[in-house]
């Protein structure tokens, strides 16, 4: 069974600061989605990784795809009120047309 | 484009009511998902259709869950009768055709339902 574990599941700083979360399997994933959800939101599409060590940079959020592509991480540097949400990592399922869901960081800026 | 529209945003029923969710995804996406969220948890799909059939409902509780998208077009969720555990969000998302979970998902905004 795939799984996706997110890590730490809740994480509250101080603008300002950087920080980086984590999406883990022991499964190995063609790509992985990160999603962020804000309070009263679906959850919106950030970016996709599909190759093995790929880094992709959006704005102050850099998303990286382990080499083994059995992992993820989301490093946000200078972290800004606006940056508060849910963050989920998703990833296809090798059986059939599912994506696996993590249960997601929840990220708490304070200004 | 216009996002995928949910209705309602918000109902709260006593367990062993029935509720209805509306859901009309972003014109040409084929796949339709129903998830449910419960606070600070990821999603868990319920139902996928591919046009008007379904390609996956495996986690849905088919005793009291069932959902529609007759036309291959909008879809709805209904629950009856509703357990006080069913208290949750309600997200509806859609995407082209799925071919090995690579198209990413549009969601709709949700309903969070209230069982009391």
């Known amino acids: 069974t795939q799984l996706l574990e997110q890590s730490p599941q809740f994480l509250s700083i101080q603008e300002g600061e950087n920080l980086t979360v984590y999406c883990n399997s022991s499964s190995v994933f063609s790509s992985l989605q990160w999603y962020r959800q804000e309070p009263g939101e679906g959850p919106v599409l950030l970016v996709t990784?599909?190759?093995g060590g790929e880094v992709k940079k959006l704005k102050r959020l850099t998303f990286q795809f382990g080499d083994a592509r059995k992992d993820s991480s989301l490093h946000i540097t200078a972290a800004q009120p606006g940056d508060t949400g849910l963050y989920l990592c998703a990833g296809p399922s090798d059986s059939n047309y599912q994506l696996i869901w993590g249960a997601g960081t929840k990220l708490i800026i304070k200004p | 484009e216009a996002g995928v529209a949910q209705s309602p945003r918000y109902k709260i029923i006593e367990k062993r009511q029935s509720v209805a969710f509306w859901c009309n995804p972003i014109?040409?996406?084929?796949?339709l998902y129903w998830y449910q969220q419960i606070l600070g948890q990821g999603p868990k799909l319920l139902i996928q259709?591919?046009?008007?059939?379904?390609?996956?409902d495996s986690q849905l509780p088919k005793d009291r869950f069932s959902a529609e998208r007759l036309k291959g077009v909008d879809s709805t969720l209904k629950i009856q009768p509703a357990k006080l555990e069913d208290s949750a969000v309600y997200l509806c998302?859609?995407?082209?055709?799925?071919?090995?979970?690579?198209?990413?998902?549009?969601f709709g905004n949700g309903t969070r339902l209230t069982v009391t």
């Open positions: 998302a859609s995407s082209l055709a799925n071919r090995g979970g690579r198209p990413p998902l549009h």
């Open positions: 014109s040409g996406h084929a796949t």
């Open positions: 990784v599909v190759t």
């Open positions: 259709f591919q046009n008007n059939g379904v390609v996956d």
